[in-house]
């Protein structure tokens, strides 16, 4: 297993300099805040696909530590989420691909304004990895110099080991959930946040066939396996949410060259879940800050 350089200590002391800058985003005619991480210029830019129902400020210790690695950022939150100006209801709703081909574009040619001439990489947090893959497979991998996943895998709920059964039947609960309110209610139960129900539909989908579908029942997983670019796939110790035979199943799914690392601990010595990293990001921002290096030094 890779183990990233240890930063020096010098880093700490520049985290009170690095301030981000907001930009007005546009995104299906409303207008969308991001924020800018800046290090160097031409060097390599990353923009932060969230997890489900995750706020972009909660990557800001993580965006703050990629720009002390030499790593521009940029961050925004997705549909429904934060500052976004659309919430879920039984008459606002979306789905996978509203998010590979109208937030994710959108961020990544701001990415390409403000930081001119820096190859850019996708990161994917969870739900974040699936759309940045399936952004690439649809015409995306062009405008990209890589993917990086973390803790990110696919739904398929044979995938999940001990917690199968779990995954199955939770899978079965949210499509009844939404059918019953027309919408999901993930702030009530800790896990994804107020969704729309075609969203989580399409999801709970994934998590039964292991293939995913829109709305309209197209295959949109078919076309992973076209996607031809450098990756990188971290996955954590104790993640319930994209255990390994998660991450390896996403990635078998793509035609992407991955690279595959596993942390087995924090910084303090805890074993890490699917989110606490971000309360310790130094070291899985060390190892994005190496292989985008890499990538762009080959």
């Known amino acids: ?21 907001i930009v007005e985003l546009t995104v299906a005619g409303k207008p969308l805040p991001a924020r800018l991480f ?21 990557y800001r210790r993580f965006a703050i530590a990629l720009a002390e690695r030499g790593v521009n950022v940029l961050a925004a939150d997705l549909r429904g989420i934060g500052d976004s100006p659309f919430r879920a209801s039984r008459r606002c709703g979306w789905g996978y691909l509203d998010l590979a081909d109208d937030e994710l574009p959108t961020m990544l040619a701001a990415a390409a304004d403000a930081f001119p001439g820096s190859p850019r990489f996708l990161f994917g947090h969870s739900l974040g990895g699936q759309l940045s893959l399936l952004h690439a497979s649809r015409g995306g991998e062009q405008n990209l110099a890589g993917l990086i996943f973390c803790a990110s895998g696919t739904p398929y709920w044979r995938s999940f080991g001990r917690w199968t059964l779990g995954i199955r039947l939770f899978a079965m609960w949210v499509r009844l959930w939404c059918a019953l309110f027309g919408q999901f209610h993930g702030e009530l139960l800790g896990f994804g946040g107020h969704q729309p129900a075609r969203l989580m539909r399409e999801w709970a989908g994934f998590c039964r066939s292991g293939v995913l579908r829109d709305s309209h029942g197209e295959n949109l997983s078919a076309g992973f396996a076209g996607v031809r670019l450098p990756a990188l796939a971290i996955g954590m110790a104790e993640d319930m949410f994209a255990p390994q035979s998660s991450i390896d199943g996403l990635l078998a799914l793509s035609g992407a060259q991955a690279e595959k690392q596993f942390v087995e601990q924090l910084p303090d010595g805890r074993p890490p879940r699917h989110f606490d990293w971000l309360k310790q990001p130094e070291d ?12 762009v030094s080959a």
Do not use: H, Y
Not at 1 to 21: G, N, V, W
């Open 1 to 21: 297993m890779d183990r990233p350089t240890t930063a020096p200590p010098s880093l700490s002391s520049k985290r009170a300099e690095i301030e981000p800058e």
């Open 38 to 58: 800046r290090a160097e210029a031409g060097a390599p830019a990353v923009v932060i696909a969230a997890a489900l129902g995750t706020p972009a400020g909660v």
């Open 284 to 295: 899985i921002a060390s190892r994005v800050a190496a292989f985008c290096q890499r990538v």
